[in-house]
């Protein structure tokens, strides 16, 4: 089973500021990669495909990098909407599995 | 647009059985890879099974292998999860979910999820 690490656990960020998260592979996932948010008491949304790709409707501030083992999702200027709790997941091998979440929260 | 609603969830005590729906619409049902991800309660997200476009092909965590079988009836749109031998660490929001590409099983579309509490 494929182990995937995220950090860093929780991120605190003033509205306006970068956010940087990265998630890490026990193994290389080549770019079956995809990252959730997921606000409190909601289901996950679709953020990131391919390790790069943004779902539809998406915008341009959340973008995804990496291939191989390391991934980052980085959101350039973070909104009220952005706090929330993010995931990657890895689709290369069965089982499918996720990382544990970061924690967006306001600064 | 995209509708999944998930039903079935509820209090059951351990080692009992208990059948997950998810109702889909706005969408091609039958051209859709389907999944069940669940989430224990505080606690990150794990795949649980998946069906495949007609219903041949299954594949489960090895956390629920032998006690869950997951089902999909194209005719009415809907797909089930039949939960035998249910344990505390069952314990979870139940979510059905859409595979967003054709051989890349990530999930687009998310129901709302439905709430299995494995108790005494």
């Known amino acids: 089973e494929i182990v995937m690490t995220q950090s860093p656990d929780t991120l605190s960020v003033s509205p306006g500021e970068r956010a940087t998260l990265s998630c890490r592979a026990s193994?290389?996932?080549?770019?079956?990669l995809a990252w959730y948010q997921q606000k409190s008491g909601q289901a996950p949304r679709l953020l990131i495909y391919g390790a790069s790709t943004r779902a539809t409707g998406i915008p341009a501030r959340i973008s995804g990098s990496g291939s191989g083992t390391e991934f980052t999702l980085t959101i350039s200027s973070l909104q009220s909407e952005d706090f929330a709790v993010y995931y990657c997941q890895q689709y290369n091998n069965w089982p499918l599995t996720f990382g544990g979440g970061t924690k967006v929260e306001i600064k | 647009q995209v509708q999944l609603v998930e039903s079935g969830g509820g209090v059951v005590q351990p080692g009992r059985s208990l059948r997950l729906s998810c109702e889909a619409s706005g969408f091609t049902f039958s051209n859709c890879v389907m999944h069940w991800v669940r989430q224990a309660p505080g606690k990150g997200l794990e795949w649980v099974a998946v069906?495949?476009?007609?219903?041949?092909?299954?594949y489960y965590a090895d956390s629920v292998k032998g006690r869950f079988t997951i089902s999909r009836d194209n005719s009415k749109n809907t797909m089930s999860l039949q939960m035998n031998s249910l344990r505390a660490e069952d314990t979870a929001v139940y979510y059905c979910?859409?595979?967003?590409?054709?051989?890349?099983?990530?999930?687009?579309?998310w129901g709302q999820g439905t709430l299995v509490t494995v108790s005494s």
């Open positions: 979910a859409t595979q967003g590409g054709v051989a890349d099983e990530y999930f687009d579309y």
């Open positions: 193994q290389s996932v080549s770019r079956n």
């Open positions: 069906i495949s476009y007609d219903g041949s092909s299954k």
